[in-house]
């Protein structure tokens, strides 16, 4: 097997993920009245970013062959999809929706800055943890529910940074070491992952390899376990702690842009909304 045949054959292409992107374009254009604007095409993109994470080969070689490469879906569903969607809703939208009392209930409780962080950087460590982990390549159902609950806790954890309600969002000071933060736990989770002796995730120690990619993997691309999972924790460690830097290069922008005395009356505030 050659790396063109592996990439060309191993396309999921599955129905539920298919449709269920489908719906959300389509849903979505629906809404807007199919307006093709700047926040339109960040949200399809997002979307089309969420299929190539579950349809590509990524999932197959993340299911089967490779712990880089799940970390690398991982990674798309946390730090890729849900900043997209979210700058991609209008914020018109976001207003109406919280008009309901029940939405705005939630996004009242969701919102404090320090339970986002937690539920996003808690949901991206617990599954990491050996046993889970195992599960979910071993239970496709788990394999969902892992998933969704990136998508979820994640989509939670930028919306005090990219809330289509400005007013919604944490101020730049209080943003950097939120994001500094998130990277700091990242970087940590990454760096026991790359110095860890392989066998934690005993299912890439000797995949079933039923479609003959083991040999490909392991002699041209160099992919032994012990090299997957460095590669997988590197992945984790530095592109996964740089996203989170370049939200606070982002913010201190937003930050040098703002007159100096609205900056300072939004700190206590937003602090305040954490506890």
Request: aromatic share 10%; charged share 15%; glycine share 6%.
């Amino acid at each position: 097997m050659t790396t063109w045949q592996l990439l060309a054959s191993t396309w999921s292409w599955d129905a539920s993920v298919l449709v269920g992107c489908a719906a959300l374009i389509g849903g979505y254009l629906v809404v807007v009245r199919s307006r093709i604007t700047s926040k339109t095409l960040f949200f399809i993109a997002g979307v089309l970013v969420m299929l190539l994470a579950l349809e590509s080969p990524l999932e197959k070689l993340g299911d089967t062959y490779l712990f880089s490469a799940h970390m690398a879906q991982h990674l798309l569903l946390i730090l890729i999809v849900p900043p997209l969607m979210l700058l991609g809703i209008p914020r018109w939208l976001a207003q109406r929706v919280l008009d309901w009392p029940l939405a705005r209930r939630i996004e009242h409780i969701l919102n404090r800055p320090l339970l986002a962080w937690l539920l996003g950087m808690g949901t991206l460590w617990v599954w990491h943890v050996p046993a889970l982990y195992n599960a979910t390549l071993a239970d496709e159902n788990i394999h969902i529910v892992e998933h969704l609950s990136f998508l979820v806790t994640s989509s939670i954890f930028w919306w005090p940074i990219l809330s289509p309600l400005t007013e919604r969002r944490l101020a730049p000071l209080a943003t950097i070491p939120y994001l500094f933060a998130a990277s700091a736990a990242a970087s940590i989770l990454g760096i026991i992952l790359t110095f860890t002796p392989p066998g934690i995730y005993p299912a890439y120690l000797d995949p079933n390899d039923e479609i003959g990619a083991l040999p490909l993997l392991r002699d041209s691309w160099g992919l032994t376990p012990t090299a997957d999972q460095q590669l997988g924790g590197l992945l984790m460690w530095v592109p996964g702690g740089l996203a989170y830097l370049s939200g606070i290069i982002g913010a201190l922008a937003r930050w040098y842009s703002m007159p100096e005395e609205d900056e300072i009356s939004e700190i206590p505030e937003k602090l305040g909304e954490s506890l």
